[in-house]
């Protein structure tokens, strides 16, 4: 029966889906200003590139962990005890990310430069790696006790199968900023990134190809729910296909949406094979987390779903608004005046 529980699990899973949608081409952005950019120029118009959207975009992650504080109390407390180390990563990294982008043009010094670069880099790698890693654990499961704790050992979370899903996000996000560039900006350094995602392509396509190989064999997810799974992994090649289409063409826009597509159709198998479960217990499966298990209250949840419907309106108006307005090309005479 569709309830409160099952609605609030989907606004979890569609809150982190869009944070990937939307930050994974911040993160690629990033990455891409040691990897296409020539110059300082380049690297100012990059980061212009996504000066007006990415804190907002990071807005995404704070709610879905909001939303699973408030609606699933117990995931959170599992989640947050049992990788602590690595979201303190993510969080350091998105702290260091950001000081990068405000302090970067505060001094000429190439020191100073060089070492916000470097920053803004990390920052941008870390995130997506280690959100790879936590995602695949939510599918290869977890050694969770009757009690809901997580106790972890260095193995339990990284592994080969978690480090390919890992560097899957990784380049996926990479290459989706690449295709992000080419919307926003001018010339050599637009088609530079366009000839660097066109390269990528084979590699993101063998990782992925890879980890749903593997999620197969060492999960039980397709067993689940095997047969929606079957039918999202055949859209999401047929997407893959298109954003090389679409690349080749030089059809920026439209590559654009397939490299987002890949992301959205990809997180959405993840929580669609985890459904009714929100963590998989490797100890027994009765242990594992569920909506119901992990919920809070039905009077929590029912005013919850009153405030979220009420405001989420004006919040994604508000955002699709932004990217109107900053819908023009970034170039070095728009740097200038910047």
Known sequence: ??????????????????????????????????????NDMDKRILINSIGPFWDANEVWLITAGGALFAAFPH??????????????????????????????????????????????????????????????CFMQGLPIDKDMELKAGFFDIVNYYTLVGGLTVLILCLVHGLMFTTLRTVGDLRDRARRTAQKLLPVLGILLVAFCSLTYIKTDIFNERGTILSFIFGLAVIVFVLSGFFISRKKDGWAFGMTGGVIILSFAA????????????????????????????????KVMTIVALSLLPFVLGYQVWSYIVFRKRVTEKSHLEY
């Open 270 to 301: 993840v929580f669609i094979g985890l459904f009714p479960r929100v963590m998989i217990s490797s100890i027994n499966d009765a242990f594992s987390l569920t909506i119901t298990n992990a919920a809070s209250g039905h009077y929590s949840l």
């Open 1 to 38: 029966m569709f309830d409160l529980n099952v609605l609030w699990f989907i606004l979890v899973a569609v809150l982190f889906i869009g944070f990937f949608f939307l930050e994974g081409f911040d993160f690629g952005v990033g990455m891409s200003t040691q990897i296409i950019a020539k």
């Open 75 to 136: 995931w959170y407390a599992t989640l947050f005890s049992g990788f602590y180390t690595p979201l303190v990563v993510v969080l350091l990294a998105l702290i260091v990310r950001a000081t990068g982008f405000e302090f970067r043009a505060k001094s000429d010094h190439p020191l100073w430069k060089k070492s916000w670069d470097v920053c803004i880099f990390l920052g941008s790698l870390l995130p997506p790696l280690l959100f790879g890693v936590v995602f695949a």
